[in-house]
C-alpha cells in the first residue's frame, strides 16, 4: 500500500502511564513525518449495556462516557506539549479495541500502542489486541515499552523475505527521520526452505550457507541504502537465535524493526517464539511491518 500524504499517524489511548507514553512517541513521530496526529479511545463499553451517564447524586462530569472524553482529553494536551506544531485531533470510538484499530489502520501512516494499560487496551502485550492489530493492520505498528532513548541505532531485522524488505525500508527513513545510523541483523541457525515440501539436507558446508546468508543480508540492504546515502549502515550476520539476537541489540537501540511475518527463522514471528521474546524482552519500541508501504522498492 502507498500511504496517502495526509494520512495521520494514530495513537490508542485508555488512560494509562503507558498509553501518554505512547503518545509523547506518536507526537514525535507525526512530527518527524510532517503528518497530524489522531488520538483514538476505544469505547467498548455501549457493547456491555453498562451505563455511561452519571448514577444519581454524582457529579456532572462522571460517568463513563466522560472518563473516557478525559482520558483523550489528556492524551491531547500531552502530545501538545512534546510536538506543539503538529495538529492533534481526538475523538471516543465505540467499539472494542481490535476492530477501532484496525479500521483506524487503513487510514493511518503508523499505528502507535502502549505496552500495557487499562481497560479496553489492558494486557495489550500478552493479550490478543496487540497480535491481531499487528498481524492485521493495514499500516506498520509501533508498540512503545517505556521512554525510549534518544540515542543509539535504529535495528531492523532481515531475513530476506518481501515483508523483510518493507521492513528494511520503514528502518531507513525511520534513521534518517531520527539522523541516526542503522544495524541490520540477519540471524540464522539452519538451513532454510525456499518452498512449500523442500528437505532440508542433514550434512551442509557452513562457510557456504554463511556465505549464502551474507548475500540475503548484503541484496536486502544495498537498494535502499542507495536510496538513503546519508544513513550509516552496519551489517550484523549472526549465527543463532533470531529473538534472542534481536533483544540483546535492543539494549542500545532506540527503535526495532521487523516485518510482521518472514521466511526461515522470522517466520510467524507474531504468533511463535521470536514475537513473545522480543514483544516481553525488547529494551526499545519495536515496529511492526505489515504491508507494502512504499510507491517504489528499490
Do not use: C
Request: cysteine-free; proline content about 8%.
Amino acid at each position: 500500500m502507498t500511504i496517502n500524504s495526509g494520512a495521520p499517524v494514530v495513537v490508542g489511548v485508555d488512560g494509562s502511564a503507558a498509553a501518554l507514553d505512547a503518545v509523547r512517541v506518536a507526537a514525535r513521530e507525526a512530527a518527524y513525518r510532517r503528518r497530524p496526529l489522531r488520538v483514538v479511545h476505544a469505547f467498548i463499553w455501549p457493547l456491555t449495556g453498562a451505563p455511561l451517564t452519571p448514577v444519581p447524586g454524582a457529579p456532572a462530569d462522571a460517568g463513563l462516557r466522560h472518563q473516557a472524553e478525559r482520558y483523550v482529553a489528556e492524551a491531547v494536551a500531552e502530545a501538545g506539549k512534546v510536538s506543539p506544531e503538529v495538529p492533534v485531533t481526538g475523538e471516543v470510538v465505540d467499539g472494542a479495541p481490535t476492530p477501532v484499530l484496525l479500521d483506524e489502520s487503513r487510514e493511518a501512516a503508523l499505528v502507535v500502542l502502549g505496552h500495557r494499560g487499562l481497560g479496553g487496551l489492558a494486557g495489550l502485550l500478552i493479550g490478543s489486541v496487540t497480535v491481531q492489530v499487528s498481524a492485521r493492520a493495514q499500516s506498520p505498528v509501533l508498540v512503545v515499552r517505556g521512554e525510549p532513548r534518544a540515542d543509539g541505532p535504529v535495528v531492523v531485522g532481515v531475513d530476506g523475505s518481501e515483508l523483510s524488505t518493507e521492513a528494511v525500508g520503514f528502518a531507513f527513513e525511520e534513521a534518517a527521520y531520527r539522523d541516526a545510523p542503522l544495524v541490520a541483523v540477519h540471524a540464522w541457525l539452519h538451513p532454510t526452505p525456499v518452498g512449500p515440501g523442500d528437505i532440508l539436507p542433514l550434512v551442509y558446508d557452513l562457510d557456504a550457507l554463511a556465505s549464502e546468508e551474507d548475500r540475503t543480508l548484503a541484496e536486502s540492504v544495498a537498494g535502499w541504502s542507495e536510496r538513503y546515502p546519508d544513513v550509516p549502515v552496519r551489517h550484523r550476520l549472526v549465527r543463532g537465535s533470531p529473538a534472542r539476537v534481536l533483544v540483546e541489540e535492543s539494549k542500545a537501540a532506540q527503535l526495532v524493526v521487523v516485518g510482521a511475518h518472514g521466511r526461515g527463522a522470522l517466520g510467524g514471528l507474531l504468533l511463535g517464539s521470536v514475537s513473545h521474546a522480543v514483544l516481553h524482552h525488547s529494551h526499545a519500541p519495536l515496529a511492526i511491518v505489515r504491508h507494502t508501504r512504499q510507491a517504489d522498492h528499490p
